[in-house]
């Protein structure tokens, strides 16, 4: 396998990943291998995706995932986990050409990462109306959405919440988000008694 030139163009790296079953992602000009992802990170994915998909059938909004990349800053690809793309259908392309939702699941490794240089860089595409944050080890999203001309954030940390993109006739549910996924919990604390 050829390495990734030092400097390359959209066009180039897209050619480049085409030969590829790692993953990539173009950041300033330079082709950068991306680490996969465990099991539980995958799990999420699955679940979002499908609960994303059976309510956008037919809608016009498409959710994709693992390839389905984002042109963001100037040298700049990204593929986040899952986009939803309400553009035209373009079955050979590897960018999507309206993204309305980004989701990205939040590994340990990646958590800081994603959650601003990412999240800067996606706020930067007009088109882009909600960014959300999932993470995996706790039950919890942080929801960015466009308000405008600026950004409102949610934070959603229950497992009765539903997280709700108005725009795209969407919504998530926790259970269905970690469905089938367990957490590690604190055992329930006696109520203090008075004396």
């Known amino acids: 396998m050829q390495p990734a030139p030092s400097e390359m163009s959209e066009d180039a790296f897209l050619e480049f990943m085409q030969a590829r079953d790692d993953k990539w992602e173009l950041v300033d000009g330079e082709a950068v291998m991306v680490t996969g992802s465990n099991q539980r990170h ?3 994915v699955a679940n979002t995706l499908a609960a994303l998909h059976n309510q956008l059938r037919g809608k016009g909004c ?3 995932a693992v390839n389905s990349g984002i042109s963001t ?4 690809v990204r593929f ?4 939803v793309d309400c553009g035209r259908r373009d079955d050979q392309a590897m960018l999507v050409r309206e993204p309305a939702l980004v989701v990205e699941v939040l590994s340990p490794s ?3 990462f994603d959650s601003h240089r ?5 706020k930067s595409k007009p088109g882009i109306r909600y960014i959300l944050l999932i993470d995996t080890n706790d039950a919890c999203a942080l929801l960015h959405a466009r308000d405008g001309q600026s950004w409102r ?3 959603y940390e229950g497992f009765d919440d539903v997280i709700d993109f108005p725009e795209l006739g969407a919504a998530l549910a926790f259970s269905d988000i970690y469905d089938g996924l367990d957490f590690k919990r604190e055992p329930a604390r006696e109520p203090v008694r008075p004396d």
């Open 153 to 155: 954030e949610t934070l």
């Open 118 to 122: 990412k999240v800067f860089e996606y």
């Open 73 to 76: 800053i100037f040298g700049t």
């Open 42 to 44: 995958q799990a999420i």
């Open 80 to 83: 986040p986990a899952i986009v």
């Open 110 to 112: 990646t958590r800081d």
């Open 62 to 64: 498409r959710p994709t």
